[in-house]
């Protein structure tokens, strides 16, 4: 019966990073972005079968990908992140009591990662790693500052993000009726009126959107001598 599975989304273009390939399939220090997020999760002992979402027509060249690695299904994403998730989830088997859902872009998430998530689920229906905000923090209306936000009660979300798997289906199942999409699972169990808990999550674990954010990646993966 499997434990936990984890839903990895990498079916987004990566409009913003302006690459040919979709970004799951760009290379950091060689191999690609989906590689390295698959094999974290899989690094987990926790996890033992991992659902990747696709770009639509790149299903053969993810599980290409992903077959070395281990216990994996390739499911065809979706339009939105949201209905990437909705397909993912799909698939997990009825029996999977968890759930990690994590976005293929943040590729440098350690497996210590997934494990703290699902370590702090007990009693929780969700838990979401978070750093804290560093800058000054303004609401800016039409140009104009509203107000500062206390910084000390805001943070930043990363993924793995941990479920129960009937909170994230419920979640969603609301979400989709009401017509709302999020941008992390989080939100939308939020939404719905689960807990959903706070651990801290990793400065190095950035989600890659921009070129600048694959050398800073790039980067980091040199220094930590990891390739
Ligand atoms: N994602 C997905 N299905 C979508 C859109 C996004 O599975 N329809 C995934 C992406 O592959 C990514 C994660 O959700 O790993 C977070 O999305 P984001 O960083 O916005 O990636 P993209 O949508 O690919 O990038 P952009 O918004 O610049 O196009
Ligand atoms: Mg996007």
Request: one cysteine or more; a negative charge.
């Amino acid at each position: 019966m499997p434990d936990a599975v984890a839903i990895v989304l990498a079916a987004g273009t990566g409009e913003r990073l302006g690459l040919q390939a979709p970004k799951a399939f760009v290379p950091l220090g060689g191999r690609p972005i989906l590689a390295r997020a698959v094999s974290a999760a899989l690094a987990c002992p926790s996890i033992d079968l991992v659902v990747v979402t696709a770009p639509p027509g790149s299903e053969d060249l993810a599980h290409a990908i992903v077959e070395p690695l281990g216990a994996h299904a390739v499911v065809t994403g979706g339009a939105t992140r949201h209905a990437s998730v909705r397909a993912g989830l799909a698939v997990v088997p009825e029996e999977a009591s968890t759930v990690v859902c994590h976005d293929a872009a943040r590729a440098l998430a350690s497996p210590a990662l997934f494990e703290e998530v699902l370590d702090a689920l007990p009693g929780w229906d969700g838990v979401v790693p978070a750093v804290p905000v560093s800058d000054t923090v303004k609401r800016v209306r039409d140009g104009a500052v509203v107000r500062t936000e206390p910084r000390d009660e805001l943070a930043l979300a990363q993924t793995p993000q941990a479920f129960t798997t009937s909170a994230l289906r419920g979640a969603h199942a609301r979400a989709a009726a009401a017509g709302l999409e999020f941008t992390d699972d989080a939100a939308a169990l939020e939404w719905a009126g689960y807990r959903v808990r706070v651990v801290p999550g990793e400065p190095g674990n950035f989600k890659i959107t921009t070129v600048a954010d694959v050398l800073r990646a790039e980067h980091l993966l040199v220094e930590a001598g990891g390739g």
